[in-house]
């Protein structure tokens, strides 16, 4: 899966109403996943955890804790490519989410669910760029 595919399947099962914790979007893309080849289920997982490196940056999550560090990049992830563009482009865009305590836990998730549903089996997966907050030694670097 490319970036491009990526925020489109976003953008695609993003839910037209409010959905505060991006619960509604997680089960969305279990949904459309679970129905893929597993290549598909891969590309997304790579895709996602390089777009919460990319958010690793200490203009974003200097003084958070490391869950609430991620759990507010992932919200960012789901609010969309043209959201993750304006956060990546200028760090105060990123405040909302940090001080509005918005976060989207449940889209981590997301890959080892529709994984589970095709195999039957638990993803003990590895990506190439963890999304652990902190991760992203360069963008931590004074």
């Known amino acids: 899966m490319n970036e491009d595919a990526f ?10 109403g409010p959905d505060p914790d991006a619960e509604r979007l997680a089960a969305e893309l ?4 679970a129905l893929s080849p597993l290549l598909v ?10 777009a919460l490196y990319r958010l690793d940056l200490k203009e974003h999550g200097e003084g958070l804790s ?19 563009e304006s956060v990546m482009r200028d760090p105060a865009d990123f405040v909302p989410y940090a001080t509005g305590h918005i976060w ?13 549903r095709i195999t039957g089996k638990e993803w003990d997966r590895n990506t190439r760029y ?7 030694t360069t963008g931590w670097a004074d």
Request: aromatic share 16%.
């Open 30 to 33: 279990t949904d459309r996943l």
């Open 41 to 50: 289920v891969t590309g997304f997982a790579e895709q996602l955890s390089w």
């Open 66 to 84: 490391g869950d609430a560090f991620l759990y507010t990049r992932c919200a960012v992830v789901a609010a969309g490519r043209t959201a993750f």
């Open 7 to 16: 925020w489109q399947l976003i953008e695609d099962c993003r839910a037209t």
């Open 130 to 136: 963890s999304y652990e907050s902190y991760s992203n």
């Open 104 to 116: 989207a836990e449940s889209l981590l998730y997301t890959p080892d669910h529709a994984y589970k």
